[in-house]
């Protein structure tokens, strides 16, 4: 079996060279010997090892900025979906619950019913037969656990 390669490792290695001739580059003035020693006034040019590591060193710590900005966004995201699905399936709980309520509930259970729920908000629609069994259709579904409200569109 081959040993896996992280994926920061091989974008370090990628960032190491693609820094690699910009550190083996040097400038000269022009009618300097690179072979001549500068004078001691002169700040020395870093070791090409020295340059290779504050090359990679630099190009790690791009990366692992960009980890964890991409690693936020994503805890994000996906706190997100969980909320959304959370409260979709809560409401379709809900909607479920008050259905079999009107369909159990001997006054409305010949009545045409349509139930929607949002966030706790139930609406009911339809036709019943009088404004009693609409009323009594609002307070049947008032009861169930989970409602914050009951729009009563119901016609008569």
């Given at each position: ?70 690693a ?5 995201g ?13 409401s ?13 509930d ?41 409602v ?9």
């Amino acid at each position: 079996m081959q040993p896996k390669i992280s994926l920061l490792g091989i974008s370090i290695l990628a960032a190491g060279l693609s820094f690699s001739p910009l550190v083996f580059a040097r400038e000269y003035p022009r009618n300097a010997d690179p072979a001549a020693t500068p004078s001691p006034s002169v700040e020395q040019p870093k070791s090409t090892s020295e340059s290779v590591k504050e090359s990679v060193g630099n190009a790690a710590s791009d990366v692992k900025e960009g980890s964890e900005n991409a690693a936020s966004k994503v805890a994000s995201g996906a706190e997100s979906a969980y909320h959304k699905t959370k409260s979709e399936l809560t409401s379709t709980k809900i909607t479920a619950k008050a259905k079999v309520a009107l369909l159990r509930d001997a006054e409305t259970k010949h009545s045409t019913i349509h139930v929607k729920t949002n966030r706790g908000v139930v609406t009911l629609s339809g036709k019943v037969n009088s404004e009693a069994a609409a009323e009594h259709a609002q307070q049947v579904v008032s009861q169930i656990e989970g409602v914050k409200e009951v729009r009563n569109r119901l016609k008569y």
